[in-house]
């Protein structure tokens, strides 16, 4: 997730001379997040994802890490406006920052880190009521999850929404999905 122009963060990794050689970006990592401060990426450390138990985050510096990480690049994304983006960023550098930050699989991974900049953000208050309510307390998130809050936003013109070419086609059953 970039936070404001996306734009801005593909250009700094582009420019970054290192950019190539993934182990000197993971060298340069401090120098890195001073300047890409707009990227945000929660992962586990290298050992993967468990089901059950605190690991130690271990997340990406640029979306094309993010990009191979995942095995493919994603299915939808969504260009978001209209939102705090200080409130985002300083809700981002306050997770990140946090000594010994963790990564759990149902309580605090990628989409909850998300549901969190973007509540910070004021995502939620464009959402009806009740999709509010559920989202601001809802301990486990989703990417599914990310995405209706996004299709929300979109229907509220906040949001773009663009989908890959290579993103697969919904399967309906008997008129169900």
Known sequence: MYIGDPNIGKNIERNYSKYENREA??????????FNTNYVSWWPEESGAQL???????????LESDISDEGSPPHLVYTVSGL?????RAEWFK??????AHFVFFRKNCSTIVLRILKAGGALNNLPT???????????????NIAQICNE???????VKTR??????KEFIFGLR
């Open 95 to 100: 997770i990140r920052n946090k000594t010994n």
């Open 52 to 62: 059950l138990g605190k690991q130690p985050q271990g997340r990406n510096l640029f």
């Open 164 to 169: 890959n070419s290579h993103c697969p086609e």
């Open 25 to 34: 970006r993971q060298a340069d990592r401090e120098a890195i997040e001073h």
């Open 130 to 144: 009740a999709k509010h309510l559920w989202f601001s307390n809802n301990l486990y998130v989703t990417p599914k």
């Open 153 to 159: 936003l979109r229907n509220a013109n906040l949001a």
């Open 84 to 88: 705090d983006v200080a409130n985002m």
